[in-house]
């Protein structure tokens, strides 16, 4: 493509002639690189996502506990899960967090990338910002864990030096779920912040520039012009991030585990207990289902409500 | 969804790959390599001493040791058995074998027994049978038991002024504590120097508590409560092994868990939400609480403790009037889909004999399961100084009760992890055990 581009047009008379002459085998060839740059992705896509997925509906309408072959069942997973009271807990707590998660996530990262813009112009500050973003989940979650201690957490010790109570953050019913979301939020603020940084810089300066001469305020600049521009780039880190943290499992699997009682059981971490820990792959299979259902339907829903796919600069 | 899938998928792909390169690098049966996995990092230089001594005696067998901590052992053994390169020998639990079996992933060891000629009758009573089936089969032979002790912390017992003899004839019962609890009462202090059982106690600034908390214990209380709840006649299930109706809306049961609760509640034991995340025995270690209740295996970890001097003394005498503790045992079990059936069975063997079970025994960390090697552990601990009377008293006198037994362990865990939880941090009442019971079983419905 890009080579045709930099050569100078052929007479046009001369054109269809050619494209007739060579629209067959040229198609054909431009169809077999394809593939075969496809194909490692391919290999990919099948092995780990088509298949599994295809054989984990099919798991979901069987009882199957790894060891013996599954048992068609038909949709009596699907009835058990309705009426499944932890199901309802997993998911009233995983909206909890996702609620607490994404608010707190996009407002910090548009903050943090007005900041990016317009006073930390630094290489190296912008790369700081990322830092969390770049240490394992499960790193970051035991650094938390570790500070959040209710006995030995640095943050109890500022605490109790201040004269206030101590806090169970991972222990308490009331505080587990806010405490991960914040260590997520934390991790995942810089790299969201980057994502929005770029939202930004693809907003063209005149807009601004118009702005300034009708005698707009900041505030006026950024309600009007910045947030309704960056709204293609908002649609897609929402997407993203409820998607992702709908799926917290490895905060929670190396902190509480689920607990306190059921305050953080978290529906992944719920899958996960009911496949790896009571052996119930069916329905940890027709739970995975519903999830997967539960965002699709919030993907569709958040890019048609926020017209992801179109922006107002055209 | 797809993430689950795909690390499932990748899961059995990673151990799809490493039984391909096991079975290249061990080419089945001639090599005669045996693997061999367990849990406990303290117990592994006695058994690496075992299969030195073992590969002496039999040039031609190898064996592979591989240690895995607790929480990772079972998921890797699963995902083996699925893969089918699960170790050919494997360190087993009594909460888990159950299910191994009924999905015949284990070897019986019936023939074997016969034909070797293998004396049951050497292991402390009680800890051969745990390891037959419901099937009738044997699926394990006996390594070592464990049973529950009170760790104390002897300065602070002597502060407050009790005697080594008074902590190891304290008496319980489920209304008022009895002298169990006006110890830890007693032995509980707060920030301005105030004991538990004084007036102007502040439990909310407690700077030592009588008694330490690991957790709420799940549905067996093995180190937690079950040493109580063993000395008021109840049972966890209708009969043990292979109970399939669980008795938690006993009012014994739950008049003792009301009452251990209340401790926290009166601040004398940690509350449960400050123990996310922390060591039961480090606390200890740090001296912030003066008397933990706890498993002999963990005898090396509260001996070791710098600046801590540490005392055994026996649980307390229940309404019976008699001690009781939990009575769990180990055993060797062979994968099913072993390529090398003869070497395991001889390694089985020879880990379930004297030979083996002496040189662990010479170790002093655990109690091996024969007799005689058992009394030459207490005696290999006695020569570091730790007297383990109050541990094997229970052993002598007969006051152990079997960690129960059942199918879906698992799912009973499932139910009475969150709800013991609930109970112990004051969420719920004791009686809402009731209403938990009823769901147990009817997983065995």
């Not at chain 1, 957490?153 to 169970?168: D, H, K, M, Q, T």
């Not at chain 1, 005698?215 to 649609?235: C, H, K």
């Not at chain 2, 009594?94 to 004396?119: C, H």
């Not at chain 2, 229970?394 to 037994?405: Q, S």
Request: hydrophobic share 45%.
């Amino acid at each position: 493509m890009t080579t045709l581009t930099k050569h100078p047009p052929a007479p046009t008379f001369k054109a269809p002639q050619l494209s007739k002459r060579g629209r067959g085998p040229s198609k054909l060839r431009e169809l077999r690189i394809a593939l075969l740059f496809i194909f490692p992705a391919m290999i990919g896509l099948v092995a780990f996502s088509l298949v599994p997925t295809i054989r984990g509906i099919y798991l979901s309408f069987t009882e199957y506990n790894i060891l013996g072959e599954p048992k068609w069942i038909g949709i009596d997973n699907y009835t058990a899960i309705f009426a499944d009271e932890l199901f309802w807990n997993a998911m009233a707590v995983t909206i909890q967090y996702v609620a607490i998660n994404i608010v707190f996530q996009i407002v910090i990262a548009i903050g943090l990338a007005l900041l990016m813009q317009s006073v930390a112009k630094s290489t190296f500050i912008r790369a700081a910002l990322l830092l969390p973003f770049l240490v394992a989940n499960v790193i970051v979650a035991l650094l938390w864990f570790w500070m959040l201690d209710y006995q030995i957490g640095i943050v109890n010790e500022v605490i109790s030096w201040l004269g206030l109570p101590r806090v169970a953050f991972f222990g308490s019913e009331q505080w587990a779920i806010p405490t991960i979301a914040f260590v997520n939020v934390w991790r995942h603020m810089g790299y969201t912040a980057l994502l929005v940084f770029a939202g930004l810089q693809a907003i063209p300066h005149h807009v601004y520039e118009v702005a300034s001469l009708d005698g707009a305020s900041r505030t006026r600049t950024f309600w009007s012009i910045t947030m309704p521009l960056l709204r293609p780039v908002l649609a897609l880190v929402l997407v993203v991030t409820v998607i992702g943290s709908f799926q917290v499992f490895d905060t929670v699997a190396v902190t509480t585990g689920g607990g306190p009682v059921n305050a953080t059981r978290v529906i992944q971490m719920y899958i996960y207990q009911k496949a790896f820990g009571e052996s119930d792959f069916g329905y940890a299979s027709a739970l995975s289902v519903v999830l997967f259902v539960i965002l699709a339907l919030v993907a569709f829903i958040q890019m048609k409500f926020l017209r992801g796919n179109e922006s107002d600069l055209d | 969804m797809k993430k689950t899938l795909g690390a499932v998928a990748a899961a059995a792909a990673v151990a799809l790959t490493l039984s391909l390169s096991a079975c290249a690098a061990t080419p089945g049966e001639t090599s005669g390599e045996i693997n061999y996995w367990l849990w406990d990092s303290n117990q592994l230089p006695a058994y690496k001493q075992c299969a030195t001594d073992f590969t002496k005696a039999n040039p031609d067998i190898k064996v592979k040791i591989t240690q895995r901590g607790w929480g990772d052992y079972w998921t890797t053994l699963s995902n083996g058995f699925v893969a089918g390169n699960a170790p050919d020998v494997f360190v087993n639990h009594l909460s888990k074998y159950p299910e191994y079996a009924a999905n015949d992933q284990l070897l019986p060891l019936d023939d074997a027994v016969k034909k070797d000629g293998i004396d049951l009758d050497i292991y402390n009573e009680g800890l051969a049978d745990l390891w037959v089936g419901q099937d009738d089969h044997r699926y394990g032979l006996p390594k070592d038991w464990d049973t529950v002790a009170m760790f104390y912390n002897k300065n602070l017992v002597e502060d407050a002024g009790y005697t080594e003899e008074q902590l190891g004839n304290l008496d319980w019962n489920p209304q008022d504590g009895g002298s169990y609890e006006k110890a830890i009462a007693h032995l509980t202090v707060d920030k301005s120097g105030k004991r538990g059982d004084e007036a102007g106690f502040d439990k909310n600034q407690v700077a030592v508590y009588g008694l330490g908390l690991e957790s709420s214990g799940s549905g067996q209380g093995q180190t937690q409560w079950s040493f109580l709840t063993g000395t008021t006649g109840w049972t966890h299930t209708d009969k043990n092994p292979w109970g399939t109706k669980f008795n938690y809306d006993d009012p014994r049961f739950q008049d003792t868990i009301a009452w251990w609760a209340g401790l926290a509640d009166k601040g004398y034991m940690p509350k449960l939400e400050t123990t996310v995340g922390a060591s039961v025995a480090d606390a200890f270690g740090a001296g912030k609480a003066a008397i933990n209740t706890q498993g002999s295996w963990m005898i090396g970890q509260y001996t070791s403790y710098k600046g801590i001097e540490t005392g055994i003394a026996p649980t307390p005498t229940g309404p019976d009037g008699k001690r009781a503790s939990m009575f769990n045992g180990l055993a060797d079990s062979i994968y099913a889909g072993t390529k090398n059936p003869e070497a395991s069975l001889k390694w089985v063997e020879h880990l379930a004999s004297a030979d083996c079970q002496d040189v662990v025994a010479s170790t002093g960390v655990v109690f091996p399961a024969i007799k005689s090697s058992s009394e030459k552990a207490a005696a290999a601990f006695e020569a570091k100084g730790i007297d383990v009377s109050a541990f094997t008293t229970h052993v002598e006198n007969g006051t152990t009760i079997l960690f129960p037994i059942s199918e879906n362990a698992a799912k009973v865990d499932g139910l009475m992890v969150p709800a013991m939880d609930a109970v112990l941090s004051g969420k719920k009442d004791a009686s809402s055990l009731t209403e938990v019971n009823k769901k147990v079983n009817a997983l065995f419905e």
